[in-house]
């Protein structure tokens, strides 16, 4: 596990006092406490302006839907558990007017766990960064990215790197594997436990973990890695980065899978049953129009799209006789 960076120990203390700042049981102890953190050092007023910035940012529109939409604010609260507020220290932000546990829909809006990485994207964000030497790396929405001992390590979502013909082989590392290009384009998904690796132009090495020793990936090709094990990834390469284009090419793929890739893409909730979640999906989906990719689900499944607001999406299946 890598070890947190002091830039990650300030955004966690930050988001800490601002939970507890606004939570209602703050006393004029904590008040003071708080003003000694934020003066022991600069870095602790840079920490709050950012964490402040950012969580203001995302909480009023929540505030705006709560007072607009009370239907949607039941259906939330039905959906999240609202904690107790002796509890309210370890995450829960109590947002007016909905009474949930805010924390989680709080990083729906705007993943808290990024504010501190070298690389990162938000909710429905799709960013391209140059890496100098010719080398770049573009990332799905909601991914994060940092620099560790000369490589780039995957934490969470999306990559695909673009990187020039070099001696040194371009080094991306996550928890299932270590991958190696000496010039080309790639993509690697985190889901989980595993990683999907994919040669998009030029051949890799990886290096699974537990000690296995290197295997070569050619163009065109995908593999699953997971701890020591291998899997050839029976997909198309090629629709596997059809997010840097904003589309979901599917097929015969889970519900389950497709709804995570749309949660990427979404501020707000999407309730999955698990009796819909194993329904085989194949087409091409819109990832930046997130309403008409639900639309189309909803159209060509045997299911029922129900919309609580911009907040809350519960699909299910539909019972016989009432698809469409």
Not at 152 to 176: H, K, W, Y
Not at 207 to 225: K, N
Not at 299 to 322: K, M
Request: charge should be neutral; include cysteine; hydrophobic fraction near 40%.
């Amino acid at each position: 596990m890598a070890r947190m960076s002091s830039t990650d120990a300030l955004m966690r203390q930050a988001v800490t006092w601002h939970v507890l700042l606004n939570s209602g049981d703050a006393n004029d102890d904590d008040h003071q406490r708080f003003q000694a953190w934020l003066e022991k050092h600069p870095s602790h007023g840079d920490a709050w302006k950012r964490v402040h910035g950012a969580l203001d940012k995302a909480l009023s529109p929540l505030r705006d839907q709560a007072g607009a939409d009370p239907v949607a604010a039941r259906a939330l609260r039905n959906v999240i558990e609202r904690p107790p507020r002796r509890r309210f220290i370890r995450g829960a932000l109590a947002v007016t007017g909905i009474g949930i546990s805010g924390g989680l829909l709080l990083s729906r809006m705007e993943p808290l766990d990024a504010l501190g990485a070298d690389f990162a994207t938000g909710t429905a964000e799709r960013r391209q960064f140059d890496l100098g030497n010719g080398n770049t790396l573009q990332l799905n929405a909601r991914s994060i990215v940092n620099r560790a001992d000369g490589a780039l390590r995957l934490e969470r979502g999306e990559m695909l790197v673009t990187c020039t013909e070099a001696a040194t082989p371009f080094q991306v590392n996550c928890d299932s594997a270590r991958i190696l290009s000496h010039g080309g384009r790639f993509m690697v998904r985190k889901e989980g436990s595993r990683a999907l690796v994919v040669a998009m132009e030029g051949p890799l090495a990886i290096e699974p973990g537990q000690g296995r020793s290197s295997l070569a990936l050619a163009e065109g090709l995908g593999v699953y890695v997971e701890h020591a094990t291998v899997t050839p990834y029976a997909g198309d390469a090629t629709a596997s980065a059809a997010w840097q284009r904003g589309l979901l090419e599917v097929d015969n793929q889970p519900l389950a899978q497709v709804v995570d890739a749309l949660r990427a893409y979404r501020h707000g909730y999407i309730r999955l049953s698990p009796r819909a979640a194993t329904l085989p999906v194949l087409g091409v989906l819109p990832l930046d129009d997130t309403d008409r990719a639900l639309d189309l689900l909803g159209a060509t499944l045997p299911i029922h799209v129900t919309h609580y607001g911009p907040l809350l999406v519960v699909i299910d299946t539909a019972r016989i006789g009432s698809v469409g």
